[in-house]
């Protein structure tokens, strides 16, 4: 009987670890399978069936740890299978060899499973063992592939949106971009003043009603309301309308004064010495079309009327910032321009040599070494410099500017004292002047340059290699 007792005692707890660990055995255990598989869970083949597996899958590489649930064979790495079990707790995952899921799936243990004569109590009291935590690294591998397997799915990810993605990316770049220029712009100018001391912009005058006003009286004749505001009808003489009107005269059958010649060009026509070598450059680095036909008009008796008109006039001049030297390459116009602008500096004059590629931000400030503080960073150009301080710089070859960067030189070549850019009041010093030289030949990037900028220079001059020059240079000397 005690023998029997035990015997009783071993297979009840035999029962509880199969209903905990959610086994469908076909017959009872003896006493020496029971009590291996008390201390080892491994389950002979005989007593197991295919009714106790839900689901089972092949896998080539077992994961790691993972030893068979018969007879222990370790299988990190190999094949094995990976079965389904529903435990009272839920569904739970287990390893087995091949050989043996092979002779479960084949056999014919399927009579009389042994956990259909247990008492559901039993099932209730083996719930504690399985949720207890697994010993063994095995059992804690296939409680996290058991969740993985039966975490509900999550929904599918929105579709990227890359193209919105990559233009926010971009404009927060060119925010971020403006920033930083605004800023080297401010630390720029209080660098370049020494004392610190900016211009403050002047406010503005009047309310809303009356820039309306202003506005409207804008309406109408407006070159007659400036004249009358200005007294001009009052001041001009007979003789300087006289010369006006014959020069206006000579340049009406060409298009490129189709609205007659500018104040500016008026002015520099008046002051110069070579009346016909000013009319001619001004035209021929802004490559006026029909240039040959005015080069020949200029041969004739009515462009000398019109010096002869002009001759009594020295005005003062009206542009006083800016002067190009053009030419072909090897005629000294880059020297003849340095030295210039060392006459007007005292001293030694920066050279700015111009690309395709500047735009106007380029032409105030530019990313390289800052030799003052060894590092990389925004550093104003020698144009910045100059502008603030007043001085003189070149720009060798201004024509390949591109037409953002032109705009840019008109407005700053204009009789201003300062410029707002990107926000920040860049002051324009007396004594500052720009010396542009350039090529006539256009093409890769080289433009030739607007009237507007060439209205603009005080000083038109070309440059050609002499003979001897080119005797020299070339080494036949």
Same mark, same amino acid.
């Given at each position: 009987?005690?023998?029997?007792?035990?015997?009783? /005692?071993?297979?009840?707890?035999?029962?509880?670890?199969?209903?905990?660990?959610?086994?469908?055995?076909?017959?009872?255990?003896?006493?020496?399978?029971?009590?291996? *598989?008390?201390?080892?869970?491994?389950?002979?083949?005989?007593?197991?069936?295919?009714?106790?597996?839900?689901?089972?899958?092949?896998?080539?590489?077992?994961?790691?740890?993972?030893?068979?649930?018969?007879?222990?064979?370790?299988?990190?790495?190999?094949?094995?299978?990976?079965?389904?079990?529903?435990?009272?707790?839920?569904?739970?995952?287990?390893?087995?060899?091949?050989?043996?899921?092979?002779?479960?799936?084949?056999?014919?243990?399927?009579?009389?499973?042994?956990?259909?004569?247990?008492? &559901?109590?039993?099932?209730?009291?083996?719930?504690?063992?399985?949720?207890?935590?697994?010993?063994?690294?095995?059992?804690?591998?296939?409680?996290?592939?058991?969740?993985? $397997?039966?975490?509900?799915?999550?929904?599918?990810?929105?579709?990227?949106?890359?193209?919105?993605? $990559?233009?926010?990316?971009?404009?927060?770049?060119?925010?971020?971009?403006?920033?930083?220029?605004?800023?080297?712009?401010?630390?720029?100018?209080?660098?370049?003043?020494?004392? %610190? !001391?900016?211009?403050? &912009?002047g406010s503005a005058e009047g309310g809303e009603g009356e820039e309306i006003a202003k506005l409207a009286s804008a309406?109408?004749?407006?070159?007659?309301?400036? !004249?009358?505001?200005?007294?001009?009808?009052?001041?001009?003489?007979?003789? !300087?309308?006289?010369?006006?009107?014959? $020069?206006?005269?000579? $340049?009406?059958? *060409?298009?490129?004064?189709?609205?007659?010649?500018?104040?500016?060009?008026?002015?520099?026509? &008046?002051?110069?010495?070579? /009346?016909?070598?000013?009319?001619?450059?001004?035209?021929?680095?802004?490559?006026?079309?029909?240039?040959?036909?005015?080069?020949? /008009?200029?041969?004739?008796?009515?462009?000398?009327?019109?010096?002869?008109?002009?001759?009594?006039?020295?005005?003062?001049?009206?542009?006083?910032?800016?002067?190009? *030297?053009? %030419?072909a390459p090897g005629g000294g116009k880059t020297y003849a321009a340095i030295k210039a602008g060392e006459s007007i500096?005292?001293?030694?004059?920066?050279?700015?040599?111009?690309?395709?590629?500047?735009?106007?931000?380029?032409?105030?400030?530019?990313?390289?070494?800052?030799?003052?503080?060894?590092?990389?960073?925004?550093?104003?150009?020698?144009?910045?410099?100059?502008?603030?301080?007043?001085?003189?710089?070149?720009?060798?070859?201004?024509?390949?500017?591109?037409?953002?960067?032109?705009?840019?030189?008109?407005?700053?070549?204009?009789?201003?004292?300062?410029?707002?850019?990107? %926000?920040?009041?860049?002051?324009?010093?007396?004594?500052?002047?720009?010396?542009?030289?350039?090529?006539?030949?256009? %093409?890769?990037?080289?433009?030739?340059?607007?009237?507007?900028?060439?209205?603009?220079?005080?000083?038109?001059?070309?440059?050609?290699?002499?003979?001897?020059?080119?005797?020299?240079?070339?080494?036949?000397?």
């Amino acid at each position: 009987m005690a023998e029997k007792s035990e015997c009783d /005692k071993l297979r009840a707890k035999v029962v509880e670890r199969r209903n905990a660990l959610g086994y469908k055995f076909t017959r009872h255990l003896n006493m020496a399978e029971g009590q291996r *598989f008390l201390d080892t869970n491994l389950v002979p083949a005989d007593a197991l069936s295919k009714s106790t597996f839900a689901a089972a899958k092949r896998l080539e590489g077992m994961p790691s740890g993972s030893t068979c649930m018969v007879c222990g064979l370790n299988m990190s790495g190999g094949s094995g299978w990976i079965v389904e079990v529903a435990t009272p707790s839920g569904r739970t995952f287990r390893t087995i060899c091949e050989a043996h899921y092979e002779a479960v799936m084949n056999g014919k243990n399927e009579s009389e499973p042994e956990h259909e004569e247990e008492p &559901a109590v039993a099932v209730a009291s083996a719930t504690p063992v399985a949720t207890a935590a697994p010993a063994d690294p095995v059992a804690a591998a296939l409680q996290t592939l058991t969740a993985a $397997l039966t975490a509900p799915k999550a929904p599918p990810a929105p579709p990227v949106d890359e193209a919105k993605i $990559l233009a926010g990316a971009v404009e927060a770049a060119k925010e971020q971009a403006r920033k930083e220029a605004q800023e080297v712009l401010r630390k720029s100018v209080s660098d370049i003043l020494r004392d %610190g !001391a900016t211009a403050v &912009a002047g406010s503005a005058e009047g309310g809303e009603g009356e820039e309306i006003a202003k506005l409207a009286s804008a309406t109408g004749d407006g070159c007659e309301a400036a !004249a009358k505001a200005h007294g001009w009808s009052a001041k001009a003489t007979p003789a !300087a309308k006289d010369a006006v009107g014959k $020069l206006n005269k000579f $340049l009406s059958e *060409f298009s490129y004064f189709r609205d007659g010649a500018s104040m500016r060009l008026i002015n520099s026509f &008046a002051i110069a010495a070579d /009346k016909k070598a000013c009319l001619q450059s001004y035209c021929e680095v802004s490559q006026m079309e029909d240039l040959p036909d005015l080069v020949e /008009k200029m041969k004739s008796p009515e462009f000398t009327a019109v010096c002869d008109a002009f001759a009594p006039f020295k005005p003062k001049p009206l542009n006083r910032r800016f002067a190009v *030297f053009y %030419g072909a390459p090897g005629g000294g116009k880059t020297y003849a321009a340095i030295k210039a602008g060392e006459s007007i500096n005292g001293g030694h004059v920066d050279v700015v040599p111009c690309s395709p590629s500047m735009d106007a931000a380029d032409t105030l400030y530019a990313y390289r070494l800052d030799y003052k503080t060894g590092k990389r960073g925004y550093v104003p150009t020698a144009l910045l410099t100059a502008m603030v301080s007043g001085r003189a710089v070149v720009l060798d070859e201004v024509n390949l500017l591109p037409m953002e960067a032109r705009m840019f030189l008109q407005n700053i070549l204009d009789n201003k004292d300062k410029v707002h850019v990107m %926000g920040v009041e860049l002051p324009i010093a007396d004594g500052f002047f720009v010396l542009g030289t350039m090529n006539l030949e256009t %093409g890769l990037g080289a433009q030739p340059l607007p009237l507007p900028l060439v209205d603009r220079a005080v000083v038109v001059r070309k440059f050609a290699t002499s003979v001897s020059q080119a005797a020299v240079g070339a080494g036949l000397c």
